[in-house]
């Protein structure tokens, strides 16, 4: 199986090419078109801000390309926020695949939210194998409303939508790779689609 991990500089790629080694499989690190498009599974990792890593999939071409795949694609933390329609952070025009804007946390709770907190409401085979109210590790200043696309719920002051799915393509907000066994099982599950 080829799995390409998206490499264009925005990403905490290297934990999660390890956590799938610990998988048995192997990912290759690419941000070429016909790398990506030979995949049978495509991961779209995030870390940071929206706005510079959009210019940094702009600048490849890879904004045009993401959104045509046809294989299962797994977008991580920024990597799904930047699959939306449109972020907050940095007025920041998204990919389109999921029809939802991504909003800046208003809670009286922390912001950023970083560590552990719970998903429910699973709906999806992404999540076979894992119990309801498992804890994941999240990092995010921004989120995702409950939408039609939601297949997880995290409440965080407000419930909101911490994995979405629509066709080929996912998205979590945490960071599967930096969630124990429960976030491997994840993406086992996702390279087993």
Partial sequence: MK???INYGAGNIQSIKFAIQRLGYEAVLSDNSE???SADKVIFPGVGEASSAMAKLKST???KLIPTLKQPVLGICLGMQLMCNY?????????EIFDVNVIKFDTSE??????????????????????????????HSFYVPLNNEAIAITDYGIKYA???????FYGVQFHPEKSSKAGEQILKNFLEL
Wanted: aromatic letters at 8%; a negative charge.
């Fill in 61 to 63: 071409g890879l904004d």
């Fill in 110 to 139: 922390k912001v950023p939210q970083i560590g552990w907190n719970q998903i429910e409401n699973l709906n999806s085979k992404l999540f076979k194998g894992i119990n309801e109210k498992e804890y994941m590790y999240l990092v």
């Fill in 87 to 95: 972020c907050e952070e940095g007025n920041t025009q998204g990919l």
């Fill in 162 to 168: 911490s994995a979405l799915q629509k066709d080929n």
């Fill in 35 to 37: 790398v990506i498009k």
């Fill in 3 to 5: 799995i390409v991990i």
